[in-house]
């Protein structure tokens, strides 16, 4: 039963924010600065990112694992006219791809945290930045099956200026999830 509730959840959020998606555009940032999260909606902890990004001001852009459309359709102008924040939890390869689009645009990934799930159906988090305070790995170990809510709400303090980090170090798949899902925020760099 709780895996058809779970499904349904899942199915409905996915129908509204692909449909609320296209008016989120139009709308400036929010006012924590990010201008919108990826959502994976493959993944029901990718939904419960964007669920609660959403309840704190940030709107979502539906995904498969291909963020092409959105690159071309939304990113690429914004980010030539104006370099915004944006977060997501997804798959190592979107995460990869708009990486690699935002370097060109004075922008790095400044947040990476890799859940990885365990065989015994914990999920391991490794926080990948320098300066990052241990609350945050203890408030995501905290929220055990409800770690996608802290991490939303760790990306909005991230570009709010809550966590001062930078230069995200390499992490290393655990060897029982080779595939982990992996929470970012991409920013601006600040020049000094």
Sequence with gaps: MDDRRTFLKTAAMAAWMAGSAAAARARPPSPHGLHCVVIDDRHAESIAFAQEAHRLGTSGRLTQGDVTQLWYEELHAQWRRQPV???????HGPLFCLERWAWDHGMRVVLRVD???????RTRHLVAAEGVPTLLQRRLDAAG?????AAARAAHRCVQGRYQV???AG????A???EPLISWVI???QRA
């Design 171 to 174: 992490v290393q798949c655990a």
């Design 187 to 189: 920013a601006p760099i």
């Design 166 to 168: 930078s230069s995200p």
């Design 145 to 149: 099956a409800e770690y996608p809510v």
């Design 176 to 178: 029982d999830d080779p």
């Design 115 to 121: 859940h990885h799930r365990r065989a015994d159906g």
């Design 85 to 91: 924040a944006i977060a997501g939890l997804t798959e």
